[in-house]
Every structure is written in C-alpha cells, then in structure tokens.
C-alpha cells in the first residue's frame, strides 16, 4: 500500500509541471495558485463535514499548522511561482530537487530516529545529479533577477522541507485532511492579498477553459488528493524516503511534456532518469541495521 502511495504520488506531482505551464498561458501566477488552493479549500471543506473529520482543537497543534501553513504554502508555492518568471523550468526543476538535501539535514535534527548515513547522502546526491543531467542545457542565469530567482526556488525548497519534518515531528495526532485545510487556512491569506494587490481583479484574469481545467486539476488532484496522500505516507515511512519524490517528478513532467505537448525530449533525460531511479533504489532498498 505505501509503495502504491508512493507510486500515485509522483504520478500526480508529475503532471501538475504540465497543468502549471498550461494554466501560465492565461493566468498570472500568484492568482493561479491563489485560485488553486481557494478551490481546494472548498473541496475539502465539504469532505470534513461530510466524513466529520475533526479539526485541530488545541493552541499547541494551532501554532504548528500556522508556522507549517506558512511555509508550505505561502513561502514555497509563492517562491516557486514567482520564480519561474525568470528562471527555466528545467533550472527551477534541479534547485526545486534540493528539498531532499534539505529534509535529509532536518530530520537528523528534528527526527532522532532518521540518521544520517554515507548511503543516504550518496542516494541524494546521486538524485539530485540525474535531475540536474536531464536539465543540463538549462543550467543558466543570465541576469541578477535570474540569480534571485534561483534564491527563492532554493528557499521555498528549504520552506517545504521544513514543513514537511516539523508535520512529521509534531503532528501525528492531526487527520491529513484536517491538517493540510488548516494549512491552506493559515498560508492562503498572503497569496491572496499578493495577488490582489500585484495583479489586480481575478475577475478580470483570462478565465480560458483550458484555464479553468488546470485550476480544477490542480485542486481536486495536485492539492486534495495529494497532500491528503502525502501526509498519510509521511506517517508511515522515513522522511527522505518521501521526498525523493521530488527528485521523481521532473523526470515525470519531461516525459509528460513530451507526450502530450509535443516537447523535445532531451538525449540525456534516460541517463539522468537512470541516476534518479538508482538513487532512489539505494534509499528504499538499503538494508536496515539489526
């Protein structure tokens, strides 16, 4: 079953690279993901009085889902979005995959029981070089709103994986649904003002159908489904073997691009894909000590 998880995972994360390229073509990006999780927000609304799944109760638990709303939503997904202006996606890809690096050091010091070993760094690295393969010729910056660019993927990759150990760490009480609602609760509130202020009436954004399908895949699966998944897996495995699934998911979006929009499939991408699958092997595969 967590194989199964971990499989739909990287299938999901995968594609929404496509529906977030698709959906730029019409929609600013701050609006974009603001419209993305207020849609998700809603939907998950109805499931948690539907299966009447309990909320946070306490200022302890309150506390932890603000500081982790905020740095998975409002840092990381704003970071990302804004990001992408200026950077390649392929660029944005390889900094996005330093997530593992960063969960890799941050469970050793919030999870005492996820050690750092020579396997585990080596598997990482080796992810991290297969991502940066497949993107080789868009390994580029070529000016200083580029450079901070790079910045900010790298610190919403930093934002993700703190998240990500601190939920692991101190909310194992909380329902997924119930955890990753209250997170949009507190992360949605400086998107939206970003957004209103920097690009004006949603009203007024290109609402194409092709928009309004990305918004709606990008809800249902890339948020609701997802992190629902996500945080249930975070559960029952090791931190780093969760976010290799990062290192996955461009791989996924070069092969999805290529397939539905007729993108050029990079010579290299089966040797960078032979590189992540190897190292994400020594993750899941390596021998537990006795």
């Known amino acids: 079953m967590k194989i199964l998880v971990w499989l739909i995972l990287c299938l999901i994360w995968g594609t929404t690279w496509l529906f977030i390229k698709v959906g730029l073509e019409d929609l600013p990006p701050i609006g974009f993901a603001a419209a993305r ?8 609304l109805v499931l948690i009085r539907v299966q009447k799944i309990p909320l ?3 200022r302890k638990e309150w506390r932890l889902i603000a500081l ?17 202006q200026y950077i390649t996606s392929g660029l944005a890809a390889v900094l996005q995959a330093m997530i593992t690096v960063f969960g890799l050091v941050l469970a ?18 080796i992810g991290v070089a297969g991502v940066a393969v497949i993107f080789i010729d868009q390994l580029r910056i070529e000016n ?39 997170q949009m609760i507190c992360g949605l509130p400086a998107i939206i003002i970003y957004s209103l202020v920097a690009e004006g009436d949603p009203l007024a954004f290109h609402w194409t159908w092709k928009a309004v399908v990305c918004v709606i895949y990008l809800s249902v699966f890339g948020t609701v489904a997802a992190f629902w998944l996500y945080y249930w897996l975070l559960s029952k495995i090791e931190s780093t073997k969760a976010m290799m699934i990062s290192l996955v998911t461009p791989l996924l979006a070069v092969i999805a691009g290529w397939i539905v929009l007729g993108e ?4 290299q991408t089966g040797v960078g894909g032979l590189l992540i699958i190897g190292g994400i092997g020594l993750i899941v595969f390596r021998r537990k000590r006795i």
């Open 37 to 44: 999780f207020l849609l998700s927000v809603a939907i998950l």
């Open 56 to 58: 946070p109760k306490t």
């Open 68 to 84: 982790t709303g905020v740095l998975q939503f409002s840092i990381n997904y704003s970071m990302v979005f804004w990001s992408e």
């Open 108 to 125: 050793w010091v919030f999870l005492p029981s996820e050690r750092i070993t020579a396997q585990k760094v080596i598997a990482v690295l």
């Open 144 to 182: 200083w709103l580029a450079f901070l660019g790079c910045v900010g993927i790298v610190v919403g990759a930093y934002a993700a994986a703190q998240a990500s150990i601190l939920v692991k760490a101190k909310a194992g009480g909380v329902h997924p649904a119930a955890l990753v609602f209250s």
């Open 264 to 267: 050029k499939l990079p010579p």
